[in-house]
């Protein structure tokens, strides 16, 4: 049966309010008038008709052919006790943990944007920064965040640490609030990859606002029992829940709300009877409520956390390719070969575009002519037949992804580093990628991309790629930027200049934190020793110095 118009007063009730609690499609709006116009001859709906209209509805949803029902993922699917919510206090990283030691596996936090629109936990950077920091200050960067001491010794967290948190702990849940008037925080959340989103419930009142994309959205104090209808059959493909903290839900508005099979929690009152308690599926806690709190800790479960491929000498990545015949940067089958029987098995190559859209291997066009003895020819760039026809020197063979997917083939422990350029290929490391991609699976898990910024990984990371390198030599980003990213993210390593960033804190924060970092180009082996001995890298890219063997001798 066809969904039945809302009255038509009903729907210019909320074309008018200052907050449109659905979204109006204009034919239901022009087919209203029609409606109404023709009202002598049809009779009014009453009540009960409406009430028996909506359980079809809800109904009609649930029997929609599976082919074109989105089926909505249950957030709290086999997660122990869902029924209480506790919101931290101090938002640290001890309160946190002891919290979920004690059995408890959903929590709200209240987070704030910096300066440079990281979001950190925190309730605002005057009071609440105060009371647990003793200091008032402005909006600081996320490096001046991480500057400032808690009080009692306490670590203080960034969303970054509760994805990490989530890594560890995959059973848990966290309601996430904002009180920042300034910033749009959510859209700043929206923006970022974030690896594990899904276990994220936004709290919002802008319900006109970027919930949209998320999964999963806790509707705060919305009323009406029509509103809260719209909105359970209009995101059908969402995980929304209501939420009632300055309110309360009336009897027919949880009714629509368990008609709809949606959940629903109030702020806990534990001085006020309810008399609709027993339907809520949970309360929101303080701290200061939990004490008594009968909670059972549930069994422990094995982590997400990212793993590495196994791969043999894994500290050494042979830049472009490794030299061969004492030429560096030459990214031929000669020096590729070279390095594999040295027992190399990572190689970074670099690869850039031909005139008529072909990837081959070269660092640039320049170079490549130096290397085919062509260093008077007017142009510069080169179509894919010019490149493949010409003669290098000491016989040396050029390579085009053809060749590479063939060696990888051939080679099937070895991977391959890329290093796209992007001088005469707009958007060029996403393309080459796609193709890449397109190679067979099992050769597509055998690159390893770098990708240059944040805004990157994402798209690469849909492509299928699981192991993927943040470089750092086209950004200037902070480093509590790059740690940052870091923790939201899976990154097989992180990659620095041995001539500025490896002397700054980056390389001691990351380590810290359980991510890999690898130095380029480094060719002097105490330097090299250095680094990986002082821990503050766990590997080099090199030229000459391809296995640990080779490091030591």
Request: glycine share 4%; with cysteine; aromatic share 12%.
């Amino acid at each position: 049966m066809k969904r039945k118009i809302l009255p038509l007063l009903m729907l210019t009730a909320l074309l008018t309010t200052n907050t449109i609690y659905a979204e109006i499609n204009i034919n239901d709006i022009n087919n209203s008038v029609k409606s109404n116009e023709a009202s002598q001859i049809e009779k009014p709906k009453t009540e009960s008709t409406e009430k028996e209209q909506k359980v079809e509805d809800l109904e009609a949803l649930e029997n929609k052919p599976k082919e074109t029902q989105t089926k909505i993922v249950d957030v709290f699917k086999n997660i122990s006790n869902s029924q209480y919510i506790v919101r931290l206090r101090t938002q640290s990283k001890q309160e946190l943990q002891s919290l979920y030691d004690r059995g408890f596996r959903v929590f709200e936090i209240t987070v704030s944007a910096t300066l440079d629109n990281q979001i950190v936990l925190a309730d605002n950077f005057s009071e609440y920064f105060y009371r647990y920091y003793e200091a008032y200050i402005q909006r600081p960067t996320i490096d001046e965040y991480f500057s400032y001491k808690m009080k009692n010794g306490e670590t203080q967290m960034s969303i970054g640490d509760i994805n990490v948190f989530l890594n560890n702990y995959p059973d848990a849940r966290f309601f996430v609030k904002s009180l920042d008037t300034e910033k749009n925080v959510f859209d700043i959340l929206n923006n970022k990859s974030f690896k594990n989103k899904d276990k994220l419930i936004i709290e919002t009142t802008d319900i006109l606002g970027n919930y949209k994309t998320f999964d999963n959205v806790a509707l705060v104090d919305l009323k009406g029992e029509n509103n809260i209808y719209s909105f359970a059959v209009n995101n059908k493909d969402k995980n929304i829940m209501f939420v009632y903290q300055n309110t309360s839900p009336n009897q027919k508005e949880m009714e629509e709300i368990k008609k709809a099979k949606r959940r629903v929690y109030e702020i806990n009152k534990p001085a006020i009877t309810n008399k609709n308690e027993s339907e809520f599926d949970g309360y929101i806690y303080s701290i200061e409520d939990i004490v008594n709190l009968p909670i059972a800790i549930p069994q422990a479960v094995k982590s997400n956390n990212y793993i590495r491929p196994a791969i043999q000498n894994d500290r050494f990545i042979a830049h472009a390719g490794g030299k061969v015949l004492g030429i560096v940067g030459t990214n031929t089958l000669q020096a590729m070969n070279s390095s594999y029987a040295r027992g190399n098995r990572i190689l970074e190559i670099d690869f850039d575009w031909t005139t008529d859209g072909k990837i081959v291997q070269l660092h640039d066009w320049a170079s490549f002519k130096k290397l085919t003895g062509d260093v008077f020819s007017n142009s510069y760039y080169m179509k894919y037949e010019e490149f493949k026809n010409k003669k290098m020197i000491n016989s040396l063979k050029q390579m085009s992804i053809d060749d590479t997917l063939e060696w990888l083939k051939n080679n099937t422990d070895a991977y391959i580093v890329t290093d796209v350029k992007e001088d005469n290929m707009e958007n060029g490391n996403i393309k080459a990628l796609t193709e890449f991609a397109n190679s067979s699976k099992e050769i597509q898990s055998r690159f390893i991309p770098q990708i240059y910024d944040t805004v990157q990984y994402q798209k690469i990371k849909d492509l299928g790629y699981k192991n993927i390198i943040y470089t750092l030599y086209r950004t200037e980003q902070s480093p509590y930027g790059v740690l940052e990213f870091a923790k939201c993210n899976d990154l097989f390593a992180v990659t620095m200049d041995n001539l500025y960033r490896v002397y700054t804190t980056l390389p001691e924060l990351l380590t810290n934190n359980g991510i890999r970092v690898y130095i380029h180009t480094e060719n002097d082996k105490t330097k090299a020793k250095a680094y990986i001995n002082g821990q503050k890298a766990y590997g080099i890219y090199s030229d000459d110095i391809l296995s640990a063997v080779e490091l030591n001798s």
